[in-house]
C-alpha cells in the first residue's frame, strides 16, 4: 500500500526483534514519540534532544524496522487499526497516546495508519486492516468535524474519535464544547466578570459554533447577555487574537472577560493588553480553550480538550459491540484549568 502512510513496523519474527516499546522504555519516551521519530513524520514538533536519543537508543538496542510499517508486537493479541488524518501538531499525539493506554489495557496492540483524510488512502488502509484480521478499527480526527470515511469503513466495527459522521450515523466520541462554552461562562462571571466577551475562530466551524452556544446559554442563565459587538469572529491564529482582542479593548465599555476559543487566540488577546498597557487579571480576565504546551509556561487559564479522554473511551466503546448497532454520540467533559489569567 504506497500511498498510505503508516507509524510503526512489523517483521516476521516478532517475539525476537527489538520493539519500539523497548526502544522508548530504555529512551523514557512515549511509544507515540518513538514511532513518529523512527517513521520520520514531517511536521511533527518533537525536540531535537529527544529525536537524537530515540534515534541513539534504537541503534544501540539494535532496532531494525522490517518490510511492513505496523508495530504489531504478538501474533496472538487482537489488533485494533487506527485511522487518523494526520500527525502534525501535539493533539493527534494525544490522542494515540490515550489509543496506545487503553489498548495495553485491553491487551490489544494497534495498526495505525495516516491518510491525510483521503479516502482512497482510508480504502488501501482498511484492504490491509482485514488482511491482518483487525477485529475492529478507530477512526480518527485531529480536530472536531464531520467526516466522509470510506464505504470500506462499514465492513468494520468501528467508533470515531474526535470525529461524527454528517448523517449521524455510527458511534462518536466528541469533546462536550457546548458543555464547556457554559462552564467557561459560568466560571468568568464566577469571578466577577459582568463585560464578557469571545474570540472566536472561524464561524463555520462546528467547534465555534457549539462553544459559542454553550458560552451565550452561560450567559443567559447568569442574567447577562452577549451583544455583536462583543463577539469577535476570527480563524484560529495567535495574530488573530492580538487584532480581535485590540478591537474589543477600543470599545466604550471595554470587557472585563474574554473567552478565547483557542489557546493561539488567548496567546494573541494577551499581546494585545500588554501592548496598550493594562494588566490580566486586574484589568480583564482571559480563559483560552485546549491547554496547549505553552499554556501552563505563560500561566494561562484554559479548558481542556481532552484528546486522551476521548481516545480511551473510544477504545472501550468498540470492544462493547453490541452498543455498535444504534447510532450514538458521547461527549466527553471538558475540564477547567484556572491559572493565572483569571481572578
Known amino acids: 500500500m504506497p500511498n498510505a502512510r503508516r507509524t510503526a513496523l512489523v517483521t516476521k519474527d516478532s517475539k525476537k526483534?527489538?520493539?519500539?516499546?523497548?526502544?522508548a522504555r530504555q529512551a523514557q519516551v512515549s511509544q507515540t514519540t518513538v514511532s513518529l521519530v523512527l517513521n520520520n513524520i514531517g511536521g511533527v514538533r518533537i525536540a531535537e534532544a529527544t529525536r537524537q536519543l530515540v534515534i541513539e537508543t534504537a541503534r544501540r538496542l539494535g532496532y531494525s524496522p522490517g518490510p511492513m510499517l505496523h508495530d504489531l508486537q504478538d501474533d496472538h493479541l487482537p489488533i485494533i487499526g487506527v485511522l487518523i488524518n494526520e500527525i502534525s501538531a501535539a493533539y493527534p499525539i494525544d490522542i494515540i497516546d490515550g489509543l496506545?493506554?487503553?489498548a495495553r489495557s485491553a491487551a490489544t496492540q494497534l495498526a495505525i495508519f495516516v491518510t491525510d483524510g483521503v479516502v482512497e488512502r482510508e480504502a488501501e488502509a482498511l484492504t490491509s486492516l482485514r488482511r491482518l484480521g483487525a477485529s475492529g478499527v478507530i477512526y480518527a480526527n485531529t480536530f472536531t468535524a464531520g467526516v466522509h470515511p470510506s464505504d470500506a469503513l462499514q465492513g468494520?466495527?468501528?467508533v470515531y474519535v474526535n470525529c461524527f459522521r454528517n448523517d449521524g450515523q455510527g458511534v462518536a466520541v466528541i469533546p462536550g464544547e457546548r458543555?464547556?462554552?457554559f462552564a467557561a461562562a459560568q466560571y468568568l462571571i464566577g469571578t466577577g466578570c459582568t463585560r464578557l466577551a469571545t474570540i472566536t475562530g472561524d464561524s463555520w466551524h462546528s467547534s465555534t459554533q457549539r462553544r459559542l452556544s454553550g458560552f451565550r446559554r452561560g450567559m443567559t442563565v447568569a442574567g447577562q447577555s452577549l451583544d455583536?459587538?462583543?463577539i469577535k469572529h476570527r480563524d484560529w491564529r495567535h495574530e488573530s487574537g492580538r487584532a480581535a482582542m485590540l478591537e474589543l479593548l477600543a470599545l466604550d465599555e471595554r470587557p472585563d472577560g474574554v473567552f478565547c476559543q483557542n489557546d493561539m487566540l488567548a496567546r494573541g488577546a494577551l499581546a494585545a493588553v500588554a501592548e496598550v498597557g493594562l494588566s490580566v487579571p486586574?484589568?480583564?480576565?482571559?480563559?483560552?480553550?485546549d491547554d496547549?504546551?505553552?499554556?501552563?509556561?505563560i500561566g494561562l487559564s484554559t479548558m481542556l480538550l481532552p484528546h486522551a479522554a476521548m481516545a480511551e473511551r473510544g477504545m472501550r466503546l468498540l470492544a462493547q459491540r453490541d452498543r455498535l448497532d444504534a447510532p450514538m454520540t458521547v461527549s466527553i467533559r471538558c475540564p477547567l484549568v484556572p491559572r493565572q489569567t483569571t481572578r
Open 228 to 230: 455583536a459587538t462583543r
Open 282 to 289: 486586574g484589568d480583564i480576565a482571559i480563559l483560552g480553550f
Open 100 to 102: 496506545h493506554m487503553a
Open 292 to 297: 496547549r504546551e505553552f499554556a501552563k509556561d
Open 179 to 181: 458543555a464547556a462554552g
Open 17 to 23: 526483534r527489538v520493539r519500539m516499546i523497548d526502544v
Open 156 to 158: 468494520f466495527a468501528h
